[in-house]
Structure formats: C-alpha cells, structure tokens
C-alpha cells in the first residue's frame, strides 16, 4: 500500500471502467486507446465538415492556444492536422464526463466557486504542434437534492492526445482552487 502513496494510479479504459472515488492530491490517470477515443468523437462529429463547423463555434468559447500562444481568430484548416480537430471542440470531453459520472452528477462550475476560488470555466485547448493537442477544463462534482445543488469536489481534467500514440492520455485531479 506504501507503494500506491508514490506512483499514480493508471488504469486502462474499458466500457467497464469505474472510478469510485477520488482523493485529494493524487493525479488519477485513465489511458484510452486512441482508436476508441476517435470513435466516440466521430459519432458525434461524423465528417470533417462537422468538426470544422463545432470547432468554429467552440473557439469562442474556449481558451485556444496554437503553440502556448492565445489565438483570437478561427486558423486555417492547414494549421491544424484533420486527425486532430475533432479534439479541438467541446465534444472532446464526452468520455471524461462519463468517468466522472459514476462520482456524482457533473456540472460547470459556478460563479461563485470561480471568483473565490480562482477558477476558470472556459476548456483551454493548446495546439501544441503538428501532432499534439493538450486540453484543460475545471468541472464539479454535485449533490443534488429536490431543494439544492452542493458541490461536492472540484476536478481538473487534462486530455493529453498525440496523433503518433495508440492512447489518449486522461488525468483527473481534485482541485482547491488557488
């Protein structure tokens, strides 16, 4: 048990895949296999055309970064690997929120948790080079009841997708706010 206090933990995902808890300060990590990940985003955005379209809708929402750098304006479709784009939209997060599921009902973070704690609801997307995206997004886990939502804990949630890897890299971390 020493040992688990050292490494994170790593599971690989399968349609069976739980999380039944998770503790403060330690960096869950769930590995995907790129090919399912692909499949979940295609039946969501069947053709590139699709993707294209969400994304031009998504970049406004998001916190979109080419190269660590903020990019204002929607960038070429030769800027970005056709592979790659389907990750560049909201749908993306479609699997982590099915993990987190299973912990509580999942929602956006409130203003108040954002002004307190420091917080950012926009999904930051950093198009890091020609084939590797790393994406960011601060979700909550809630309670509910017929009279109020309480949060129960605030997640961070980064994707990590490299289109030369056979796994999309997960990690969920509970968060504190700064």
Not at 53 to 74: A, P
Request: aromatic share 8%; proline share 3%; with cysteine.
């Amino acid at each position: 048990m020493e040992m688990m206090n050292e490494y994170d933990v790593v599971s690989v995902y399968t349609h069976s895949s739980k999380m039944y808890t998770m503790h403060s300060f330690v960096k869950h990590n769930v590995l995907v296999p790129k090919k399912m990940y692909d499949a979940d985003l295609e039946g969501c955005l069947p053709y590139l055309s699709d993707a294209w379209r969400q994304f031009k809708l998504d970049i406004f929402r998001s916190d979109f970064r080419m190269k660590g750098e903020k990019v204002n304006t929607i960038p070429d479709e030769t800027e970005i690997d056709p592979h790659l784009i389907r990750y560049c939209t909201q749908s993306v997060m479609g699997i982590p929120v099915v993990l987190l599921w299973q912990l509580g009902v999942v929602a956006e973070l409130d203003k108040h948790e954002m002004k307190t704690k420091h917080l950012n609801t926009k999904m930051r997307i950093d198009v890091v080079n020609d084939t590797l995206v790393l994406i960011q997004k601060q979700l909550r886990i809630v309670y509910v009841t017929h009279s109020y939502i309480q949060t129960k804990q605030i997640v961070d949630v980064e994707i990590q997708v490299d289109s030369n890897q056979d796994l999309v890299e997960l990690s969920f971390t509970q968060c504190e706010g700064k």
